[in-house]
């Protein structure tokens, strides 16, 4: 299965948006008085989340969780996302704004891992190695090295706030 990255927008109307490592938006879904199995269900059947980005810098008790049922790093910003931001991010005209809102998170977690990850592509072209699943023990901190070699394999997972 993929892995994936996806920003969450929970309420009342919810929204998720989940991105392959490469930055591309595979999936958008949006839903009324969804809750944790919604996400989960919808989450599970476009990949394997590494991340799970909010787009507050309080992550809620849903973001919180979704990252605990995957084992996924919860990335959160170090502000909040402003709605220019949000709108730069999805390059403006989005007519549902939690989906916007969902993927503004999405990308933004995908910049703050973009350098690693294309260094992480480089380096497995070169050895001929499987980028999407070096690129996921990346962003759950091992080195580049680590991951190309699986030479930390058995350690720990240290998840990045």
């Known amino acids: 299965m993929k892995h994936i990255i ?27 008085f969804a809750g944790l199995q919604w996400f989960v269900d919808t ?3 476009t ?3 590494v991340v799970i980005a909010g787009d507050k810098k ?5 973001t919180e969780k979704l990252a605990s049922i995957f084992d996924a790093v919860l990335f959160v910003p170090e502000t909040d996302i402003s709605v220019l931001k949000k709108k730069d991010l999805t390059h403006h005209g989005f007519a549902n704004p939690h989906e916007r809102d969902a993927l503004a998170a999405a990308r933004t977690a995908y910049r703050a891992y973009a350098g690693k990850l294309r260094q992480a592509e480089r380096l497995a072209s ?8 070096i690129k996921a023990m990346v962003i759950k901190k091992y080195s580049v090295h680590e991951a190309v070699t699986g030479s930390g394999a058995g350690r720990r997972l240290v998840r990045r706030t």
Do not use: F, M, W
Request: include cysteine; hydrophobic fraction near 35%.
């Open 6 to 32: 996806a920003g969450i927008d929970p309420g009342k109307t919810a929204a998720i948006a989940c991105l392959d490592l490469d930055g591309n938006v595979v999936r958008l879904a949006t839903g009324r």
């Open 43 to 45: 989450i599970a059947q």
């Open 47 to 49: 990949g394997s989340p």
């Open 58 to 62: 309080r992550p809620d008790y849903l």
């Open 126 to 133: 070169s050895k001929s190695a499987e980028a999407d699943s």
